[in-house]
């Protein structure tokens, strides 16, 4: 009986010591993963400063692409008008030359 009792205490303080083995284990894991937490956190935050400075830099291209846009849209419709107007000033020289021919 006293054997078993031995084998039993035995028994009960290897697990007591794997349980403290564990606790320990679970605490420097705890640790472990805070520290990379916090390093995802300052990364994440970088990423959104950058992030910031990327919208700020797209908006300013967005602005002169705009200013930009603006000035073709102009030289396209003067250039139209300067078709229309070229076109026009053909017809009437056509038209002049035709009636001085007539006429001589």
């Known amino acids: 009986m006293k054997n078993k009792t031995d084998s039993q205490t035995t028994i009960l303080s290897a697990i007591k010591k794997l349980g403290i083995s564990l606790r320990s284990e679970i605490r420097m894991g705890d640790k472990l993963l ?3 937490m916090l390093k995802i956190e300052e990364r994440v935050e970088n990423i959104e400063e ?6 700020k830099k ?3 291209i967005d602005i002169k692409l705009d200013g930009f846009v603006g000035k073709v849209d102009n030289l396209v419709t003067e250039n139209v008008l300067g078709t229309n107007q070229l076109e026009d000033h053909e017809e009437r020289i056509s038209k002049l030359e035709k009636s001085s021919q007539s006429a001589l």
């Open 34 to 36: 805070r520290r990379e």
């Open 50 to 55: 950058r992030q910031g400075e990327m919208n």
């Open 58 to 60: 797209l908006d300013n």
